[in-house]
């Protein structure tokens, strides 16, 4: 069977890490970190992941005309993804986080968004070909609103479903939720989405169901190291995760959003999929930086038959 064609549309940043043995106070100097860069942005992230799980991967995005930018073009064709879309921007530099990790692999993050604040619902056209032809189109909220929904739209009109990972958090139109195929909040996100404090596998059906209410098809809720709980209007479930050790867990949402689009793409059922995103999402916490914490087809598959 082909790999799947996956679309990814949004984020790429470089990432500067320092690793701490907690995260500083707000106002506080802490010394002896290690310092690290690594290819980061949500977008970018997902991509990746989605690459290296065994999809093919188009990925439409915008980077500085920078040593950044050309960095993570470079990396891109790597990990064999299409950068026929990735527009170079000669007016604004590429995007950075600066991230603080803790011991416990706990992680604070600033972005400077740089080229990703332009990347436009005309950027996002020139690919509809691309994601017409897609087995699934990949978002998050690190690019303009307006482009996420102009993404959306080619989308729904070609049938091509819409997995949308809402962080960073914050409001979103029922317009837009009424076309999204999953949802894939983290428990912040979905409290911030519904009122509802995600503090249970109940609060988690609560928030669900009312995400449902606004018309998402169905809404995978990730909880970290216990799993996902799934919701939709003929299921629901938690699907377990797989204990691990964390190291960082700053890429991890990332690596599960891409690593279900290709399961899904592939034809496998939704809970099955679902378990197939959290062992890559278990793998990646083990390991420290963003793009370089994704797993391989083959350490993801050797995770689900050893347990």
Do not use: H, W
């Not at 993570?72 to 986080?97: E, L, M, N, Q, T």
């Amino acid at each position: 069977m082909a790999n799947p064609k996956i679309v990814v549309v949004g984020s790429s940043n470089t990432d500067m890490i320092i690793k701490l043995e907690r995260i500083p106070r707000p106002g506080e100097t802490l010394l002896g970190g290690e310092f690290a860069m690594a290819a980061g942005g949500k977008g970018a992230n997902q991509a990746v992941a989605a690459a290296r799980a065994g999809g093919d991967v188009v990925f439409v995005a915008r980077v500085g005309d920078d040593m950044f930018g050309e960095q993570a073009v470079s990396g891109f064709v790597r990990d064999k993804i299409c950068v026929d879309y990735i527009v170079r921007d000669k007016r604004a530099p590429s995007g950075v986080a600066l991230i603080f990790v803790a011991k416990d692999g706990q992680n604070s993050i600033a972005v400077a968004g740089g080229a990703n604040a332009r990347l436009s619902p005309s950027d996002v056209r020139r690919a509809t070909r691309a994601i017409s032809e897609a087995r699934a189109l990949v978002l998050q909220l690190e690019t303009p609103l307006p482009t996420v929904q102009a993404a959306v739209n080619i989308a729904a009109r070609s049938g091509v479903p819409v997995i949308l990972n809402p962080a960073p958090a914050r409001p979103l139109p029922d317009r837009l939720l009424a076309r999204v195929s999953i949802l894939t909040p983290n428990e912040t996100e979905a409290e911030l989405l519904t009122g509802v404090a995600v503090t249970s596998e109940s609060a988690a059906e609560r928030a669900g169901a009312k995400l449902l209410a606004r018309g998402v098809g169905t809404v995978i809720l990730t909880m970290g190291a216990k799993g996902a709980f799934v919701i939709n209007r003929e299921l629901k479930a938690m699907v377990p995760g797989f204990k691990v050790k964390a190291v960082d867990t700053t890429a991890a949402g990332d690596v599960f959003n891409g690593a279900l689009a290709v399961a899904l793409g592939e034809g496998r059922p939704l809970l099955e999929s679902v378990r197939f995103a959290n062992a890559a999402a278990a793998i990646s916490v083990t390991r420290l930086g963003a793009q370089p914490s994704a797993p391989k087809r083959g350490e993801i598959e050797r995770v689900l038959r050893s347990r």
